[in-house]
């Protein structure tokens, strides 16, 4: 009796049970995937049943696979794409995230007949325009390309079923809403929409009521936007002293594959410059970069060529690289809902992770912001040889839960994407 109640718990749990077709079981069974994650076994029902979908989750919670499973499901089905006709269209504010969509997209239609192409700025247009020529199942899309694109007659909507918003927060931070709003117009009126977002802001709430119908809501805030296995603590050290520490942490521990945080380009580039001197590998990445250095520096620090990458904000949304171990804010972040974003790079997939900020007395305001919208202290710690003479206040948490700031828009969009 037992045994047959386990067996039936596992069913209840599995993919098969969500009423995922054969082909999709085959590839999560491959990947390796024993049982969905929590926001799969709300999404992708619901996203089979056709209805509209509005989830607050991160990347590192498995979102990916909860809409692409049950997307690639719907169009194996139904009638295929026509010539520059789409059925389905993923927004995503980065072309990282763009390649990354249209890579789980791949990986999870291998045994189904579905088309999927990724289109995003700062490459040639022309090898997008000609990939789209013979329709495409599922398009993945940057707002501003998607655009050019429409603008030059390479894409039609009106076969278009689903829309989906991915990482609709870091869209409408980067200043996209009135790209989507044109985009949105140029869609049939009936369809399915889907908007994931890290954050629920009262911007992001305007943004559902605006386009969707009903939704199935899934994750209520920041329970579902951390990630689950992340240690967080912080190095209390001055200013003068946080580029000596971590070089110091970096060797002394022999961590490999550090990603440094930091609040502009200038110190990205600085910072990397001071840790090869150190003996360090290095690289920086931020949107003044080209995409070729981005992929390659990307790439580089996947394969443990280089030992530490040193990133601004801007590209914090969308690295996902798979046992990431550890995170470090060399500067904790302006906007205290981006320190969310940024420590979500590690503890992904269930992995342990570990979440370290480097802060000095200047930063208590921000520390206490931070504390204050993931409703918790960070344990603070020192290391010998860096006790900081500039004492850093202690916090303590408000009795109300902050709201998360708005964050600034960029100054050259079309640079970034
Ligand atoms: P995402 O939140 O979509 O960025 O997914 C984060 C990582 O979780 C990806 O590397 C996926 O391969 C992995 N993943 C997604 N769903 C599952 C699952 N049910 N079991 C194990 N790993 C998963």
Redesign the pocket.
Known sequence: MRIISIQLKKFIMS?AALGLSSPLLRI?DE???????P??LEAIPAVLSGKDVMAV??????????FTLPLLQTLSGGQKAKANSIRVLVLVPTRELAV?VAD?VA?YGKYLPVKSVAVFGGVKINPQMMKLRGGVDLLVATPGRLLDLYCQNAVRFSQLEVLVLDEADRMLGLGFISDIRKIVALLPKVRQNLLFSATCSNEIRMLVDELLISPVQIGDGLHHMMAPCVQQLIFEVDKNKKRALLSHLVCSNGWEQVLVFVNTKQNANWLAQQLIGDGISAVAIHGNKSQGARTRALADFKANNIRVLVATDIVARGI?I?ELPRVINFELPNVSENYIHRIGRTG???LEGEAISLVSADEVKLLSDIENLIRQTLVRKTEVGFVPTHHIPLTQLSDRPKKPKKPKKPKKLKQVI
């Not at 990947?31 to 994650?37: I, V």
């Open positions: 993919f999560v990947e390796g995937y024993a049982a969905p994650y926001i799969q989750a991160q990347t590192g919670t498995g979102k990916t696979a909860s990354q789980s990986t996902d798979s992904r997939a269930g």
